[in-house]
Structure formats: C-alpha cells, structure tokens
C-alpha cells in the first residue's frame, strides 16, 4: 500500500529538479535517498534540498524540464514499511480519514472524508448524513485523537464547529 507524503509544484531550473510541497513540514526526513512513487510509478530520490518552506528534489529517472513539467501536481508516495515513526500527537492522513468525530458532549458529528493542508494549520473535513463540517486540526479544537478506536474527539459542542 502506498502512502502520499508531499506534491510536486513545478519544475525548479532546467535539468529535472522539482519544487515539492512536503505534507509534513516537520518530517522533512520522509525525503531521503530511496525510492518513491508517482502515479504508481517507482522514481530513484538522488538529493534533496530546501527552498523556502518546500524542498527541491532529483530524481534520476527525470532528467529535463520536460520531464518534471510532466509531473507537476501529482503526488509522491511512499511504501507503508519505509514511513517513519511519528512523534507524540502526530498522525498520518490515512489514519485520521474515516474517524468518527464526537463533539464535547460525546456526540457523533460524522466521519472525517478529508484532510486538507492550510496555512492556519491542517482542517478535517466530517460528514455526517446531510452536512460537511470543517474544523481546525490543532489543540485549540481538538481533544483527543484515539487511533486505535478510530476516533476523534472535540473540546466544543458540535454548534461551536457550525457556521
């Protein structure tokens, strides 16, 4: 099984290398020598670098601007083995989509059918029967995150989250 771990912006200069935006900033390690996918397809990392908060990235298998224009917007992946372990209250998007969510008074608003990268900070988009409600993924909203039991639960009653 394969996991999204950052998506590719642009090309970065001339010879191959693409402008990336990593999913976790704070794990930028998850981009090491290795391989990686793109549409299923295996690409050898040969380096990687900084630019502003995004990384730049070779691949061997692309080798011109051509090349990396090809792959603008798609997504890098990675093996579910080479993941590395997460730090205390960090998780990974494919353990967070489809937990139920439970507002303050331990009702169900739904299940979560997205996550979306922000700049105020990661939101969770849950579903329930007739309505899509986005909340902040950060403490200030978030109590517990309970992975094992697939769920999620809110510091708020779910009228707090409703616009």
């Known amino acids: 099984m394969l996991f999204k771990i950052g998506k590719i912006l642009k090309p970065h200069g001339l010879k191959g290398v693409l402008k990336v935006y990593p999913y976790s900033k ?18 050898n990392l040969e380096w990687t670098g900084k630019i502003g908060s995004n990384l730049t990235l070779k691949f061997a298998e692309v080798v011109t601007r051509n090349d990396a224009d090809a792959l603008a917007g798609k997504e890098i992946e990675i093996e579910e083995s080479e993941l590395l372990p997460l ?16 507002d303050s008074t ?4 739904g299940r979560v059918i997205e996550v979306i990268h922000a700049p105020a900070g990661d939101v969770i988009d849950v579903r329930d029967e007739e309505t899509v409600i986005t909340i902040l993924f950060k403490d200030v909203s ?12 809110l510091k708020h009653p779910k009228k707090y989250y409703e616009v």
């Open 142 to 153: 978030v109590e517990k995150v309970d992975i094992e039991n697939r769920s999620i639960y």
């Open 106 to 109: 331990g009702l169900s608003m």
């Open 87 to 102: 730090k205390k209250n960090e998780y990974y998007i494919h353990q967070i989509i489809d937990c139920e969510v439970f």
């Open 26 to 43: 704070e794990r930028a390690d998850h981009f090491e020598k290795g391989v990686y996918f793109i549409e299923g397809k295996p690409y």
